[in-house]
Every structure is written in C-alpha cells, then in structure tokens.
C-alpha cells in the first residue's frame, strides 16, 4: 500500500503525483525510511481547494440520505480493511498494530455515527413578536473546511472532521501531519473506493507552516478545524487573515485525583492505561496523579509495579505489545527533559527512567514507562505537556487542596477522579474546570457526547451532535404570513 501512497496528493477524485519537494517518512521503531511524500505546492493547495469548492453546491445540496449512505459506505470500506490500513500506520506511528487496528475501527464507527446524524439536521420554528409571523431556524453547511490534524491519532482525528463535516454537507481538505501522511492517503484510497464524489474530500500533504498555514490563510477555506498544540492552535488564531469560522482542540495537562474512598486497584489500573497507552501520545493523557495521603504509598507501589509489567516492543513485528515506539524524537528528548527535571528538584524514580535494553531497541525511539513519586509544582513533570510515557505523583491532605492543585494550569481538556463516594463525586467532578471530567473510568471520549476543552486546550467541539453543530451556520428566515 505505501509504494502506491507515496508521493500521492488527492485532489479531486483522485490520486496525482506531487511535483513539490520530496519529505522522507520514517518508520519511528528502526528509523528506516517507509516511504516518502510530496510538499504540496501553493498550485497544488489552490486545486484541491477549488476542487472541495467546486464540489460543495452539489454535496450541500444532496438529500441527508445520500450524503448518509456514502458516510455508511465509507466506515464500511474502511473496517474492510483495518489490518492493512492499521500497518500502514504502525509503520509511520509506532503504536502496535493491534491497537492502531481499533482507532481504524473507530474512524469506521466515526463514519457510522455521522451518518445517523447527517439525517438528524433538524431546524426550529420559533414564534415571535407579532402574530402573524413566524422565524424559521435553519442550519447551512459552512462551505470548505480545511482541516489540519497530528500525529498521535492520525486516523481519529481525521476521522471526527471529516465525518462531522461531510454529514454536515461541507467539502473538505485535510493536512495530515508530516510524520503520519500515509494514513490520511490511506483514507482517501477508501473515500475514492466509497464513491464519495469527486472533490468533496481532497488530502495534501507537507509541513504546517508551509501547506497547513496555505490552508488557514487560503481565500476560499470558510473554516479551519484544527487539533494540536496550544502554540500552533494560538499562531494560526493570530495569522488567520480574513474572518472564518475556527475549532482549536489543542493541548492538555491533565489531572488524576485518587482520594482514600478510592478502589485502589481499579485506580492504578486506570492510571497505568491513561498515563501510557500510545506512550501517553495522547490530549488527554493522564500527567499528573493526586493521592490522598493514607493511600499514596500503597498506590505509588502499585502503579510502579503496573508500569513494570508493560511490554514495550516494535508494534509492528509484535502487534499485542502494549506499548511501541514513540512517534519521533521530539517527544522522546521533551520526555527525558522533564524526567531529569523532576528528578534535579527532588522526585523520586518509581518505574522506569531509561530506555529498555536490547538490540531491538537500539535504533527507535523507545522509552520505559516512567513514574516518578513525591512531585510538586515546581516541576515541568506537573505543568506542562509532557506527551511521553512520563507520569508524577503528589500526595494530598484535604480535598480542597487536590482540587486547587487539578486547576492549577492553564490547560483544560480532561481531568480523572476515582473515588466510591456519591459525595466526593458530586462535589469534585463540578469543580474541575475542564471540558471532560472521567469518574472511576479513563475513557474521557465517547462518540455521542461532546469532546471539547477549555481555556488553553481549545474551542469548540468534536463527537457528538456538537461536533457537527460546528460544521453549520445557522439561517434565520423570519416570514410574515
Ligand atoms: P502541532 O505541532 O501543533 O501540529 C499539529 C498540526 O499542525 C500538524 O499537521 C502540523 O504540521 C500543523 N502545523 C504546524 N505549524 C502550522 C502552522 N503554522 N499553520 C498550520 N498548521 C501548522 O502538534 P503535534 O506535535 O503534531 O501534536 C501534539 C499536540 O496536539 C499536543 O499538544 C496534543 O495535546 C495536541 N492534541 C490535541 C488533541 C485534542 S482533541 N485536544 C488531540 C490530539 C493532540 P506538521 O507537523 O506536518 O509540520
């Protein structure tokens, strides 16, 4: 599949090779080169743009039910063929393929929600202030969306845009991050094998600040849907030219609070998933863990031990591994830099800390997963974004203090609680400012409920009816009877 992806944009309908410079892709575990892809041209941007342009009357027009069976047909392609579109995306990610096989079957499920919604648009009737008139609501597509996604799901975070955006009856071009381009051209095989018509969904490829930036500052994309960092989120807000519609889902730093009503074997298994499930690659990973101190040795241990019993290996030569390599060098060196940090100022090492040994090992960038106990705010390890396989532990005395030290940053994506108290739970999950609040479960994101942050981790919303809600705007006709 790669040998037909590479050098590929998809424009138009269809697959062309891209006559900009050529970007080598590396496969993350043996840094051999998979493949490679095109910087697409300012010519290249302009027609996939005029292409989604071209085709948005047609597709914003077309009955729900048809734009609903080619969302159906296209989560049908694609769980099709998880297995290969999931190798595809090991070979460039890292993560193992049994689990990059599952967010395949997630953006299949993507499809299939999306496609029940795209049946749903329902407009209001609003009576007024005069008798004989009545406001007609109505929802519109916004036009051309160009979406701009990274590497840590690069099939998910496609997926939410994509489907939200088709059922909403937008055209769509997607800029896939550098490191993972063959998945986002991987989907585009399978939208062309759905008969989705030609133009409604276009992929370039190439750096942010060349292709993706093109996108934001193009005259003819209405919207941009954005996931990644805070910087970038906040330098495109800032660049955007001309006055469009913008969803920010950017980063996070978040919080676990494990209080002594806690079940304490459910909360270190919880923590062991959520801190380094894709390395802790993930918006929402959990980074900083509170434990209220009756119960902190005994979780501190047995978070230790969980962190142990991980299997770390090339995902792609052992597909159950829990854990692969990660995505690049960047998050691994961000990883060893606030491990070192945390230790310089005092952190105790529980787990970890280095590179597994062994031959297969030497080329990768791999990491053990890491825990680190007795932490506190002076430490990037609990203020910032780690996006590595890295996790600090702080003990706590009231749950007041827990609460302060969980909102003490300028992110607010997702928070973690576990706790078998009715009244901890009430009092706790609504004084966590984030946007997703887990109690005793580590699965923030569901695919019918809103998925959004706040302050520094975004605006606007993916899943659910929201995240198609930001594919529409909304069209008051008032009429005199
Ligand atoms: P970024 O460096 O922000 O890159 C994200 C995307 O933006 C990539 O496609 C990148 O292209 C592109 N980009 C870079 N500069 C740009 C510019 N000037 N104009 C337009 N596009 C530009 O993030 P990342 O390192 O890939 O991903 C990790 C971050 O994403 C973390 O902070 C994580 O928390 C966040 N994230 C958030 C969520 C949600 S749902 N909130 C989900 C996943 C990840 P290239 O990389 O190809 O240059």
């Known amino acids: 599949m790669l040998d037909q992806l590479s050098g590929k944009l998809f424009i138009d309908g269809d697959f062309v090779t891209g006559r900009g410079r050529p970007i080598p892709v590396e496969n993350p575990a043996t840094l051999e080169e998979i493949g490679s892809i095109t910087l697409a041209s300012q010519e290249e941007i302009d027609a996939a743009v005029a292409a989604a342009r071209k085709a948005f009357p047609d597709w914003a027009t077309a009955p729900a039910k048809v734009r609903a069976a080619a969302l159906h047909r296209l989560g049908e392609v694609i769980a099709a063929d998880a297995d290969a579109m999931?190798?595809?995306?090991?070979?460039?990610?890292?993560?193992?393929?049994?689990?990059?096989r599952g967010e395949i079957l997630k953006l299949a499920e993507a499809c299939h929600f999306y496609a029940e919604e795209a049946v749903r648009v329902h407009g209001e009737i609003i009576p007024n202030d005069t008798t004989d008139?009545?406001?007609?609501?109505?929802?519109?597509?916004?036009?051309?969306?160009?979406?701009?996604?990274p590497w840590n799901y690069p099939a998910e975070l496609i997926g939410w845009k994509l489907c939200g955006a088709l059922a909403a009856g937008c055209t769509i071009v997607i800029k896939p991050a550098e490191l993972t381009p063959f998945?986002?051209?991987?989907?585009?095989?399978k939208v062309k094998e759905a008969k989705i018509p030609a133009g409604v969904v276009n992929v370039v490829t190439g750096s942010g600040s060349v292709v993706g930036q093109a996108l934001v500052e193009h005259p003819d994309t209405d919207k941009i849907a954005f996931t990644g960092s805070s910087a970038v989120?906040?330098?495109?807000?800032?660049?955007?030219?001309?006055?469009?519609?913008?969803?920010?889902?950017?980063?996070?730093?978040?919080?676990?609070?494990?209080?002594?009503?806690?079940?304490?074997?459910?909360?270190?298994?919880?923590?062991?998933?959520?801190?380094?499930?894709?390395n802790g690659q993930i918006c929402i990973a959990i980074n900083r863990i509170y434990v209220e101190r009756s119960v902190y040795e005994a979780f501190v241990a047995g978070l230790a031990k969980a962190a142990d019993a991980l299997t770390?290996?090339?995902?792609?030569?052992?597909?159950?591994?829990?854990?692969?390599?990660?995505?690049?060098?960047?998050?691994?060196?961000?990883?060893?830099?606030?491990?070192k940090d945390a230790l310089a100022k005092g952190a105790r090492l529980a787990a970890g800390g280095d590179r597994p040994q062994g031959e297969a090992f030497a080329k990768g960038y791999f990491f053990r997963p890491t825990v680190v106990a007795d932490c506190d705010h002076t430490m990037k390890v609990m203020t910032e974004e780690t996006f590595g396989p890295l996790v600090g532990v702080m003990p706590f005395d009231r749950l007041e203090e827990a609460v302060k030290l969980s909102n003490d940053t300028p992110y607010g994506l997702a928070s973690y609680l576990y706790t078998q108290d009715a009244a901890e739970i009430r009092h706790l999950s609504r004084r966590l400012d984030y946007g997703n609040v887990a109690v005793n479960n580590v699965d923030a994101?569901?695919?019918?409920?809103?998925?959004?942050?706040?302050?520094?981790?975004?605006?606007?919303?993916?899943?659910?009816?929201?995240?198609?809600?930001?594919?529409?705007?909304?069209?008051?006709?008032?009429?005199?009877?």
């Open 312 to 339: 770390v290996a090339n995902g792609f030569t052992q597909p159950d591994a829990d854990i692969g390599a990660m995505a690049s060098a960047e998050p691994l060196n961000k990883t060893i830099d606030h491990l």
């Open 133 to 149: 008139s009545e406001s007609h609501v109505v929802r519109e597509p916004i036009g051309v969306v160009g979406a701009i996604t």
């Open 183 to 189: 998945t986002a051209l991987a989907i585009a095989a």
């Open 233 to 278: 989120g906040l330098h495109i807000q800032k660049t955007c030219p001309r006055i469009k519609r913008l969803s920010l889902e950017l980063g996070g730093n978040c919080p676990m609070i494990v209080t002594a009503k806690a079940d304490l074997a459910a909360a270190i298994k919880g923590a062991a998933r959520r801190s380094f499930r894709n």
């Open 86 to 100: 999931a190798k595809v995306m090991t070979l460039e990610q890292g993560k193992p393929v049994n689990e990059a």
């Open 445 to 481: 994101g569901v695919m019918n409920a809103p998925y959004g942050g706040r302050k520094q981790s975004g605006v606007g919303y993916e899943h659910g009816r929201e995240g198609m809600l930001e594919y529409f705007n909304f069209k008051h006709i008032r009429i005199r009877l």
